[in-house]
Every structure is written in C-alpha cells, then in structure tokens.
C-alpha cells in the first residue's frame, strides 16, 4: 500500500469522513426537530455542509509537519467510542461527562464493553487510523503550508458564513431554541468539553482550600449520643419504589418497617460527579459548581470542626467525588475487603465490621456514610445475585438497544429490590444499637436513570434538557431509638410529600446531628419542627 496525499487534502477526507459516519444521533435528532420538506431539506443540506467546513476549522488548528497523523489517528480513535456512547445511549460527552468518566474505574468501564462497541472502534477507529498510518504526507515550504492552511480556512470561514446568511430563519430556530442538537456534534463538542475539562485543573491547582464552618459544634445533652448513617444511592429512581406507588413490588421489606419515602425530591445533578460533590456541598444547585465544590470544605470537613462527630466513609461504587478526602475511608469494590462478591462486591458488604467500628468509637456521634453500587447501569442484571431476580425475563447485555422494554425495566427493577434488601439490613443494624443510641438513616439516591424513554438511556445528560427520570430520585427515612421517641410522625409524613431535593440534605444534617454553625439553615432541614430537642 503506497498512499499519497497533502495535508489539505487528508484534513477534507477526514472531515468528510467524521461527518458522515461518526454524526447518525445528530442527524437522527436534527430530523426530528427538523421534519424533512422542501426548505427543510435544503436547510438539512447546508446544515451538513455547515459541520463538514467546522470540523475542518477545528481540525485544521492543530494542523503541522509533526502533528497531523498522530493527532488525526487520535481524533478517529476517540470519535469511534464518541459515536458508539451517543449512538446507543444518547449520551452528551459535555465536561460534565468527562468528570464521570475520568472518574469512574476499570470495574465500571467494563459494563460498556460490547461486541458493537468494538466493531465502532475497529472500522470508525482503527481502520482509518490504519490507512492514515500508512499515508505519506506531502510536505512542502513552511510558506506554501501556511498559504495552504490559510487558504482552506478562508474558504472554510467563507461557506459557513454563505450558508447562515441563505438559511438565517432556519439557522436562528437552531441555535436558540435547538441548542443541545449543538452537543452531539463529534467530534467538535466533545473537543470543547476536553478543554473545558483541563481548564479545571490549570484554575484549581492555584487554589487554595476553603474553609468553613470552623465554629461549628455539637449543642445536645452529651449523655445522648447519636449514630446516623446516611446511604448515598446510585440511580435510584423515586418512581420505581413500591413505597412511592409503584405497581411491583420492589419494597417487600422496608414496606415492613416504619420508614418514611420522601416522594418528591429531586437531584442536584444527573451524574455522580456532580451530585455527590453538590450533596455534601454548602452551596445550592442553582449556585453550585464544581470547581469551587473541589476547593472548599463540606458537610463530612465540619463534622470534624466538631470534635465530637466520628466520621468514616465506605465506598462500594467509583469513589467518593472528591467528598472524603480528608476523613477516613475504606473501599469496598473488592475482595478481600468486601467480604459478599459473587462475583461482584454487594453494598451488603459494607456492613460486615461496622459494629466493631462502632464498639471502637466509645466517645461522640458517629456519622457513617455508604456509597452504594445500587443500580449502575448498563448491565443492571450485574447489580443483583441470581436468587432476587424476581421479575422477568431479564436485559443480559450492556446493548440495551436490543433488549425489550420489558426486560430492561424488570433487571433495573429488580436491582431496586436488592436496594431494599440492603437498606432494610442498614435498619437492622441500627435497631441493634439504638438502645445506646439516638439512631437514623437517610438513603437519597444520588441521580435517576433513562430506561429508554423517547430513545434515551442511562443518565448524565445537561439538567436543562435531562428528563425527569434522570432528576426524580428515591429517599428514604428511618429513626430509631431517643430521636424516634421524640419524633412527631403526623407532621414527618405530611411534610414528606413536599417538594425537597439534595439543596435541603446538607442542612438536615446539620440539624439531625445538633450541629450549631452559621451555615446551617432552619428552613431547609427537611426536619424542621419534626423532632423534639
């Protein structure tokens, strides 16, 4: 094989090439929101032609002698896996995206491994990339290259600007009232989201830790000790508990105790990234980035300011986002530590030894958090043992294209029964120990989950356009011992139906654990006026 060509002209191949193979969810949605007619067509056209001249642009940047094949053999290589996660889930690689995936693990990649991924990488990835490799590239003058690029920007510039100006009516719909079509671009946005992406690191690593809260402490009888457990839940959706109305059972269990289902809470984020960080956070969703997140204390930093609050942490998902860096944490994705894996590692696990935790902490509160696996999709049908797949027949693959709606529901179903197996053990272990202790859990999940409605799966799309499904999240309360007793369950359950999402955990907290501190708002505890001091 003895290929020949210019930079110019392999730049225009592979910008006709990523436009017409690696584009088939924005074209798809571009229809949808643009039905095919006369003017509707030509528009499409130009809008086509439009993405191959910006590509190009983009392309082009990173244009020179040394640079050209390695970096277009990366962009095939990253814009064939780009094209298979949008094509088969919907997902939107924003800086959002990148946080999930640069911070999820190998345990959890490994559920989106799949035969049509590969063949996504070995003909849109490997095989151009292959045939790149093996082209020679023409080189000429510094100034002839120069002109060259110049020449094809120009004209680039010039093509675009000629079709906004022939469609400007159908172009003004598309950037104001169509702006996520915009995000399934590939590989222009996801190029923009890496960027934005590095940035934070560049912005944060002259930062400096905020602090806050440091006055904060613990006003209660010290006889009256308390010990509460806060369960962060992975994709739970509030629809699908029994407890909330749901038609199949998915609650035996906690049906059985005196829990109570906040039935209207909603999350700060559609991804872990975002709403674990935003959970513990003193800032509210509508004011909640990040990036400051990242360098600022949280709930579990003025806990601590306490003295008087043991704090640990135990993960049996990715990790904590950056929460509990600085308290102690145990991981339990894996044997040996976590003791119950057939072979995954169960949430159930990470209550084997607690008691010996407890029984060690002899003076002070105790604060536990459990970051569940809960239902992580895609291979929902993973996030169970065999003998609670109760409803059926079962989605088996991470393509969940090809399973029936049917099948997808009952495995992510069936995984909110494992949730209610493990939650009603979390009771359990506190009824042990609340004759010493004032005692209570609170499960929020941490984001909901798209099973497919209107094309769409998983979770992680902008909270601007994001169904409901991926924002309406399951919470549950439990309270045993001193704080039951002096509980007012008439106002609990009437105040349970009200609008609350995670803005309102950290101040619960705050108030559930008699932490007095300028930050904490009585209006948004969730238990205001509930229990008795």
Not at 33 to 54: D, H, K, N, V
Not at 195 to 206: L, P, T
Request: glycine share 6%.
């Amino acid at each position: 094989m003895n290929l020949k060509t210019t930079q110019t002209k392999i730049f225009l191949f592979v910008s006709l090439f990523l436009t017409i193979f690696y584009n088939f969810t924005f074209f798809e949605k571009t229809l949808i929101a643009f039905p095919l007619s006369g003017r509707t067509f030509l528009f499409l056209a130009s809008l086509s032609i439009c993405l191959f001249c910006f590509i190009n642009i983009v392309l082009n940047l990173f244009r020179s002698k040394y640079t050209t094949k390695p970096f277009l053999i990366l962009i095939l290589l990253l814009s064939s896996m780009a094209a298979y996660v949008t094509d088969s889930y919907g997902t939107i690689l924003d800086e959002t995206m990148f946080l999930n995936i640069f911070g999820t693990d190998l345990h959890e990649a490994r559920d989106l491994l799949s035969f049509k991924g590969f063949l996504y990488f070995s003909l849109l990835g490997i095989l151009p990339s292959y045939l790149i490799y093996k082209t020679r590239l023409e080189i000429f003058s510094l100034k002839k290259e120069f002109t060259s690029r110049l020449k094809t920007l120009s004209i680039s510039f010039v093509v675009v600007f000629f079709m906004l100006i022939s469609f400007g009516k159908n172009y003004a719909t598309f950037f104001r009232e169509q702006k996520v079509l915009r995000s399934y671009t590939n590989p222009t946005f996801y190029i923009f989201s890496i960027g934005k992406y590095a940035g934070r690191f560049y912005g944060n690593s002259k930062k400096e830790l905020i602090r806050i809260g440091l006055e904060a402490k613990v006003e209660r009888n010290k006889r009256i000790r308390k010990l509460v457990i806060f369960v962060v839940g992975e994709t739970a959706r509030r629809d699908r508990f029994s407890l909330n109305g749901y038609k199949k059972e998915t609650n035996p269990l906690l049906s059985k105790e005196n829990v109570i289902s906040f039935n209207n809470m909603t999350s700060c984020g559609t991804s872990t990234a975002i709403s674990v960080p935003c959970i513990f956070s003193n800032m509210q969703r509508s004011h909640f980035s990040a990036d400051k997140a990242e360098t600022t204390e949280n709930l579990l930093d003025i806990f601590s300011h306490t003295k008087n609050i043991n704090i640990l942490w135990r993960d049996n998902n990715s990790n904590s986002k950056g929460v509990a860096v600085r308290v102690p944490y145990e991981d339990f994705k894996f044997a040996p530590t976590n003791t119950i894996c057939d072979p995954e590692c169960r949430d159930v696990g990470m209550l084997v030894g607690l008691q010996d935790y407890v029984n060690k902490n002899k003076n002070g509160d105790i604060f536990i958090v459990l970051h569940q696996m809960g239902n992580h999709g895609p291979q929902y049908h993973k996030r169970y043992p065999s003998n609670f797949e109760k409803f059926k027949p079962v989605c088996e693959t991470n393509e969940l294209e090809k399973c029936t709606n049917e099948q997808i529901n009952n495995a992510y179903d069936n995984a909110i029964l494992y949730t209610d197996y493990f939650l009603s053990h979390v009771v359990s272990f506190l009824k042990d120990n609340s004759q010493e202790f004032g005692t209570a859990m609170l499960y929020v999940s941490d984001h909901g989950e798209s099973l497919g409605e209107n094309g769409v799966y998983l979770h992680g799309l902008p909270y601007f356009v994001a169904p409901d499904e991926q924002k309406n999240v399951a919470s549950i309360l439990w309270l045993g011992g001193a704080i039951s007793q002096n509980t007012n369950y008439n106002l609990l359950k009437y105040k349970a139906t009200s609008a609350f999402s995670h803005d309102n955990v950290f101040h619960t907290f705050l108030g559930l654990m008699d932490v007095k501190t300028d930050l904490y708002h009585q209006e948004m505890d969730m238990l205001q006026n509930v229990i008795k001091k």
